[in-house]
Each structure stands twice: as C-alpha cells, then as structure tokens.
C-alpha cells in the first residue's frame, strides 16, 4: 500500500486523490458495521464574553465501534458558525499521523472545510481539529458539525451509516465580569510580570475567567526560582509560569532560594628549599578551609625561602615572574594549585661586553653562542670561543677584511674570535665593487604635428647622453602641439592614455623608444535632445536612428530626419494620434519627425478601446485512464473561465495516469511527443482541444494495489 508520506512525494493534484479513493472504496468488502461513531464540536468557553477566544475542539470518537471497523482511515467534514457572533482566528490540525486540508476560504461567511485520512488508522477518541475564535458581539451562536465522508482504515468501510453528530453552541455576552490578579514573591527578586496585563475591556492587573496569562520572574543575582504559588505549576523552577483565573480575586506568587556557592579547592607548594605559601583568606564565606568560590581575590605571603636559596618565580598566580615574598591570584572556577619556586643562589660570572660592528654597506656579523652560560645575551666571560657568521654584503659590495677576529685578512663571511677579559669590538669592512653600469638609448619622437618631448636627467650617472641605466625614473616634457592640434596621447610611457604635455617613464634593460600623438582638434556639432513619451497604457516609440554622428544616444543635430516606430498600446488601448510629430493626426504605430535646433519632445497618446476582446473556449480532455490537464491561467482577462485570447500562452499540468498507466503523448500542444506530466500551448483564433494520451503499462505493481488519500470539499 502508498503511504501518504509517497502521496505528497508524488504530488498527485487533489482531483486524482478524490478518483483514486473513490476506486478504493469501491473495491472494499462490503459488510455491516457496528457500533457507534461519535463526531462532538466542544468549545472550551460555552458562555465567553466580547473580546474573549475560545477554543472549539473537533472529536471523532471510535472507542464503540467493533473491530474490524473500529480505526478511523479518513474523513471529510464542515463546521458552521454564526460569523456575526464568533470569527475565525486560528486553528491546529490534522492530528499526527494524518495527511488533509483545512479549508478556510470561506470563515469570514462562517464555514470551515476541513479533512484527513491516515493509511494505518487510529483507535479511540481521535482530536481531529481545534479551532480558535474570538467572541465578536453578544448574542448565540450553533456550532454545527456536518459529514460528507467517513471511512475506516484498512477495511475502506463507510461509517456514515453509525454516525451520530453531537453539535455545540455558544452564547457571548456584552459585559465582561472582571477579577483582579495579585502578583507577589518572596525571597530576593521582582515581583512576576502578567502578559497581557489584562483581559480585553478589564483595567489593568484584571482579568476575566478562564483568562490565562504568563507569568515572567526576575530573580537577584545569587537566587534562583525554588517554586510559585497559584499557579498552573507551583512545583516549577522555571522563570515563567501560567496562572488561569478564576472567577474570583486571585494571587499568584514567585518563591526566590538562595543559589549556595560553588567551592574549588585550592592547593598551595613549592619548589626548591623553602616553605609553602600561606593564603589570607583561608577559605570564601560558604566554602570549606582552603576552598574558595570562583573570583574569590586571595593574597599570598609567608614564602621563606631556606639558606642558600631565594625565590626565583611563581605558578599559578597573578604574578607569576615576581620574585617577592607574596603574591595574589583569582579563583577560577575549578581547583586550582599554586606554589612558590625557589632557586639555588649561585655567584655570577665575570662577564664582558662583545659589541659587533660593520663599515661599509652590509648587515652586522652574528655570535654564536649569544653569551655564555649565566652571562647576559652579548656578554662572555674570558677565553669563551666564539665563532661569527652572517655577514652579508649589500648589492654591489664585498667582504674586504674584519678587525677585532682571529684572522682579520680573511674576506670570507664567516670568522671567529676568543674572548679577552674585558669588553670587545669586532667588526666586518665591506667594500664597494665597482662595475661600469649597462645603458640603454631612449629614443623621444612624436607623430602628428608638434615637437618631441624632452628627458630629464639626459641621461644616468655613468652613461651617455640620451642613455639610461635599466630602472631609471625618467621625466618628459615639452610636448608642444603645432596651431590646431592638441595632445591625444603617448607611447611608451607611464601613462600612454594620457592628454597633459608632461609624462614619465621607467627605463626598462633594453633600447627604448617613447613619443607623444598630437590629433588634428575637430569642432563637435550642436546636439539637441529628443524626448519620446506616451499618454495612456503602452510603449514609449523608438527613434530610428538612436542619435546623429557626433552626437550622444538620444541626441541630433537640427534638420536630421527621424522615424518613430514602436507604439504598442496596452491591451484594450489603442492609438488616437501623435504630437511633436509631421502627422500628429494619425493613428499608425509610426511615424517620422525633422528635428528642430532645440530640445524636442514626441510622444504617441493612447486611448482605452470599448471594445470586448474576442475569446475562444479551450477544452482539455484525456484518452485511457487518468486525469485530465489543467490550464494556467484559467482565462484570459475579460474572458469566462476555460476561454482565452488569441496568442494567450498557457501552461498545462497535472496529467496524472491512473496505476498502470503512463503518458504516451499530448494533442493540440506544443510538443505533442512529450511524456511529461507538463505541456504548454498558443491560443489560436478559434476553439481548439487539447488532450493527454495515457498508455497502459506492461505489468502491474504491488504500490498499484491500494493507496489513501485525503477526500476534501471545496
């Protein structure tokens, strides 16, 4: 059998549902049932006042219907009301395990269409929809529950027959009866705020009964909700609540408790010889010796180191570097340990400074070691080893000898050096290699009429003139156009776009050529702008050509002749005429118009036509089993439903084929051939058809055997 959950997968449109169930039922045994089946609309409120909601639950029960009749598979129903009296809010439903509709098109008339249906069924008394509405006006109102369709599951058994109907009714009054509501707490915290403050039409703080509001408490910080009173749920903790009031004057209450601390332990040592730290205060209020609450600040004293020793550090505190005989931290939320570090008091070394030095252009050699054991960093003591490496000459330079080493004639970039008993300098000399630099011409020309430009420097240091090294920033100027030219650009340079009489370039590691394009200065023409509107519904026209030489789009220069094309009235629009034309007159979708030596405007005015459209029927059919397609849209505008407009384009939907059946083909469509479930069509000027071909299958499967849909009323 096909799930519901496999029905909405395959998306089957509601008419084929309704075909298919039927089928269903059709084929289902056909035996007496017996029992009773119970359908009921309660309301929560039967007597509520204007401003009020109630709620109106909807209930099929099967609880006395005999197996194997007794699971409800589906129904289909109406509830009416009075829409003066009561109107529609909101409402919950199918139940869970159900697949349906609920129908609210017509509640502002008083009338919901609901229905559902559950492959595997449900026993007992079923909830099948809660409906909210909001007492309107004074006076009575039936709510009266009706059934098209009620079916067993499994056995597809009509239970209509054993139906009985148990309809409600309500009746509003004007007047509101209104009770006040007290809200109080004990312990620390605010008292809990309602919401809503009040019923509709109660003052503030008063409510109606039956009325439910929340309730919402802030405790202190260090408190917590233990419980309320007065309340749907005196035994939470939870910071809100509900109160339903009575018919009385009512207190609702919060109780705050105290949140007792959260205690960590913390343990104190050290390192080395010495004693352990002592910390003040011993414990957080609440906690237990040596324990503490989070953030809890605590100082530490009482670090004495034993002789011999000093204290070289910290763990685990504020201050972990210091070296002080006390110290603080704050507690984190969980144990924590701190301690003291002694450390042996050892006689220091007798260090010397080694400065290291460079002359010339380069880096400063390196030491290793960086110093020697329990001397600062650049310190040694006498007779420590020392090599040196690192130095690294700048371009153009060299390495030409140390001073302060082991071997100052060397030029290599490593060296070494014993240290002596006092501070040191030593240091690397590097030289200046020198080479003749490689130049290149820079050739300056200019097309056009004008001068060439001009290079400063006139050449790099080292070459030639007119002659550059590779990397050479270079200036021009000078370009100097002839009468009636201007600068239209460059070549070869930094900015070749560009119109000023200066420029710049960067001499690349070849010959170089760079110049200046002088253009002959031509007079633009007047240009005057063209206009083109509508009045009424349609399309502004077009102008043929879009501008004149020389000028911009939408631009001309007097007496250029131009055509207007492109009027195309909205539907039921046509055209009454023209302005700003050579025939205004007329009611063609062209026209033409010589521009003046000014601004112009033209436009084309539309005028509504009275005239009904022509509409032609479509009809949708199917060959074999399965449904018929659906239009979209359903009309043309102005025509009947199922009619349409010549050159109307319709889309077509929901060819669904019965089981065993397939699409084989379209009639009267665009793409007759196609198998799709969608199609599409043009209107012709006539009545047309058009159709679904379905095909039956070679084989049958189980899914084909039976399948539950929702049966809805609309």
Partial sequence: MKSLCSLRRWRLPLAVLLVLFGIALASAPVSAQTGTVTATASPSNATPNVGQQIDVEIHIDMSAVDAPDNKLGSYTASLDWDPAVLTYSSHTGPPAGFSGVVNTTNVATGQLIFNGANATGATGDVLVLTVTFNAAAAGPSDLDLAFSALAAATTFQNLLPILTVNNGSVVVSDAPTC????????????????????????????????HIPTLTASPSA?????????????????????????????????????????????????????????ASPTNSAGCAAGQYVAGAAISLSG?????GWEIGGWTGTSNDASKAATNSLTMPASAHAAGVTYTEIVVPPACYA???????????????????????????????????????????????????????????????????????????????????????????THTGQGSNPVASPANSAGCAAGQYVAGEAISLSGAVPASG???????????????????????????????????????PPACYALTLTHAGEGSNPVASPANSAGCAAGQYVAGEAISLSGAVPAS??????????????????????????SAHAAGVTYTETTEPPACYALTLTHTGQGSDPVASPANSAGCAAGQYVAGEAISLSGATPASGWQIGGWTGTSNNAGTAATNSLTMPASAHTAGVTYTETTEPTEDDLFIYVPVILR
């Fill in 179 to 210: 009770y006040p509501l007290t809200l109080t707490h004990t312990g620390q915290g605010s008292d809990p705020t309602a919401s809503p403050p009040n019923s509709a039409g109660c003052p503030t703080g008063q409510y109606m009964a039956g």
């Fill in 222 to 278: 260090g408190w917590t909700v233990g419980s309320w009173t007065g309340t749907l749920n005196d035994a939470s903790t939870a910071t809100t609540n509900q109160v339903e009031m009575p018919a009385a004057a009512h207190t609702a209450s919060v109780v705050y408790t105290e949140i007792p601390p959260a205690c960590y332990a913390l343990t104190l040592t050290h390192t080395g010889q010495g004693s352990d730290p002592v």
């Fill in 303 to 307: 670090a004495s180191p034993a002789s």
């Fill in 354 to 444: 080694l400065t290291l030095t460079h002359t010339g252009q380069g880096s400063d050699p390196v030491a290793s070691p960086t110093n020697s054991a329990g001397c600062a960093a650049g310190q040694y003591v006498a007779g420590e080893a020392i090599s040196l490496s690192g130095a690294t000459p700048a371009s153009g330079w060299e390495i030409g000898g140390w001073t302060g080493t082991s071997n100052d004639a060397s030029k290599a970039a490593t060296n070494s050096l014993t240290m002596p008993a006092s501070a040191h300098a030593a240091g690397v000399t590097y030289t200046e290699i020198v080479v003749p630099p490689a130049c290149y011409a820079l050739t300056l």
């Fill in 485 to 523: 030219w201007e600068i239209g650009g460059w070549t070869g340079t930094s900015n070749n776009a560009g119109t000023a009489a200066t420029n710049s370039l960067t001499m690349p590691a070849s010959a170089h050529t760079a110049g200046v394009t002088y253009t002959e200065i031509v007079v």
């Fill in 572 to 597: 039921g629009w046509e055209i009454s005429g023209w302005t700003g034309t050579s025939n205004n007159a007329g009611t063609a979708a062209t026209n033409s118009l010589t521009m003046p030596a």
